[in-house]
């Protein structure tokens, strides 16, 4: 595991059975400013199942994401925030 992952294990019963899911949370540096168009689908991102969080710092230009693991890798969030229109220039170690 990377050590600028961020993780927590949650450890749920749902409908009887057990099922644990490992939150992470990553954050991006991103370029310029983002598009309504781009904020408006980052705030949709919510939406996708294992999305938990989604936050901007227009400040620092940086955007960081807590997920569920156990439903897809960092790649992926990556990749949602690049289709939804931001500029994802690289991945920030957190602290």
């Known amino acids: 595991m990377a050590s600028q992952d961020a993780v ?5 019963n749902w409908g009887g059975t057990n099922r ?3 939150q992470m949370e990553v954050a991006y540096r991103y370029a310029g400013p983002p598009t309504e168009s781009a904020m408006r689908a980052i ?5 996708v199942y294992g999305i938990r969080r989604v936050s901007l710092s227009e400040k620092d230009q940086v955007v ?3 997920y569920d693991a156990s439903r897809f890798k960092e790649p992926v969030v ?3 925030l690049r289709k939804a229109g931001l500029d994802v220039l690289d991945r920030l170690a957190l602290a």
């Open 78 to 80: 990556a990749n949602l």
């Open 64 to 66: 960081r994401v807590e």
């Open 43 to 47: 705030d949709n991102m919510r939406e």
């Open 20 to 22: 644990s899911m490992t």
């Open 8 to 12: 927590v294990g949650v450890y749920l």
